[in-house]
């Protein structure tokens, strides 16, 4: 039984990393999936004006063609077409549609990566710890640096990682503060650990 209590006070080094990644992983995820839903809004907002523009210019242009129309008509009809050229610009420089899908990919990596934590922590918190449980951990750690580089290629700003704190604390997903890794009489812990 001491070998018992010797072999749980060695792996708790361990377990607590393994949680701290966990709610890494837990916080990147919302954080990458928040960038795509607020790049994905962009995208419309930048996409569907120039198609309503060129509708409008379309029929604009074909009453001008019909008959004469007032000078401010082709005025107005000049402007938007000046519009949605550049609406059309930004959209296309920005790229949106692939920037969404590169963080939803990176998201995903993250969720994967926090249900492996989370399987590795209830085969510990059963006593069924893998004899190679170091391993474990530096291919959850090298699986971690790996999604990490790749998130560097599509950044998150300051406000999806406020909107990823408050959907957890919102209880949008439920996780106790021992499952994130963090002390439980702590309020402020979230804050503090990321």
């Given at each position: 039984?001491?070998?018992?209590?010797?072999?749980?006070?060695?792996?708790?080094?361990?377990?607590?990393?393994?949680?701290?990644?966990?709610?890494?992983?837990?916080?990147?995820?919302?954080?990458?999936?928040?960038?795509?839903?607020?790049k994905d809004a962009l995208n419309v907002w930048?996409?569907?004006?120039?198609?309503?523009?060129?509708?409008?210019?379309?029929s604009l242009f074909f009453g001008i063609l019909?008959?004469?129309?007032?000078?401010?008509?082709?005025?107005?009809?000049?402007?938007?077409?000046?519009?949605?050229?550049?609406?059309?610009?930004?959209?296309?420089?920005?790229?949106?549609?692939?920037?969404?899908?590169?963080?939803?990919?990176?998201?995903?990596?993250?969720?994967?990566?926090?249900?492996?934590?989370?399987?590795?922590?209830?085969?510990?918190?059963?006593?069924?710890?893998?004899?190679?449980?170091?391993?474990?951990?530096?291919?959850?750690g090298e699986r971690y640096k790996e999604i990490?580089?790749?998130?560097?290629?599509?950044?998150?700003?300051?406000?999806?990682?406020?909107?990823?704190?408050?959907?957890?604390?919102?209880?949008?997903?439920?996780?106790?503060?021992?499952?994130?890794?963090?002390?439980?009489?702590?309020?402020?812990?979230?804050?503090?650990?990321?």
């Amino acid at each position: 039984m001491a070998n018992e209590n010797n072999k749980s006070s060695d792996i708790a080094p361990l377990l607590k990393h393994v949680r701290s990644l966990r709610a890494d992983a837990v916080i990147g995820k919302k954080k990458h999936y928040n960038a795509a839903d607020r790049k994905d809004a962009l995208n419309v907002w930048f996409g569907v004006p120039p198609v309503l523009i060129n509708i409008l210019l379309g029929s604009l242009f074909f009453g001008i063609l019909a008959e004469a129309v007032p000078d401010w008509m082709k005025w107005a009809g000049a402007i938007f077409a000046f519009v949605a050229a550049v609406l059309v610009g930004i959209q296309t420089f920005f790229n949106w549609p692939k920037v969404v899908e590169g963080h939803r990919r990176v998201a995903s990596k993250y969720l994967s990566l926090s249900k492996d934590c989370t399987a590795l922590l209830a085969l510990c918190e059963t006593n069924h710890v893998p004899k190679n449980i170091q391993e474990h951990l530096e291919g959850l750690g090298e699986r971690y640096k790996e999604i990490t580089l790749d998130a560097d290629a599509f950044g998150t700003s300051k406000s999806d990682f406020n909107k990823a704190i408050a959907g957890i604390k919102a209880g949008e997903e439920k996780y106790t503060a021992l499952e994130l890794g963090l002390d439980p009489t702590d309020t402020n812990a979230l804050h503090q650990t990321l």
